[in-house]
């Protein structure tokens, strides 16, 4: 069955096809995971937030009629899904900012550069804590994920002129606060 294309499994399973739902979920897991990872940056949380999404999906699976791609879909309740945790929960700890600096330490690395870069990367970590919830999200899909505007518009069923004015200022604020930090210094 694996070599079906995603919305054959999906025709399977409102057919009657257990099976083909539990394709998906092994086709899908842990590509969920990791999104709903970075926003909780917990792996429990994220395990959690998989069960969830996955229930919520067989629940509304036998409704779903192709207007997006599967993995679109997925997507989108994956990223509701970690918001309304975080909204819930209050998390603020949502990305994990290292690809911002080269992480890779050199072994002759002097330890007051080894520190500076960490302090660097803690500071960037508690700028993006600041965020407004869309600029958070439209952040980590666009920065982390790489995934294309287009692609985050329907996820988040946004403008993709508004996702490029979250991003902006996203990255604007982050700038600012990390400058505002060097500056008290």
Known sequence: MSASTD??????????NEASFNELVVRYQEKLYWIARRFVQDH???????????????????????????????YRITVNVSLNTLRKKRIRDFLRIDEFFETAS???ERPDKLLEREEQQKLIEDAVRTLPEKQKAVFILRYHEELPYEEIS?????????????????????????????RTH
Do not use: P
């Open 7 to 16: 919305l054959e499994l999906v025709d399977l399973f409102q057919k009657g």
């Open 44 to 74: 429990d949380q994220a395990d959690e937030i998989v069960q969830e999404v996955f229930v919520k999906i067989y629940g509304a699976l036998k409704e779903f009629r192709g207007e997006s791609g599967v993995y679109t879909w997925l």
């Open 106 to 108: 050199d072994e002759n």
């Open 154 to 182: 329907t996820i988040l069923e946004t403008s993709v002129g508004g996702l490029k004015a979250n991003y902006f200022h996203a990255v604007k604020k982050i700038g600012e606060y990390v400058n505002r930090a060097h």
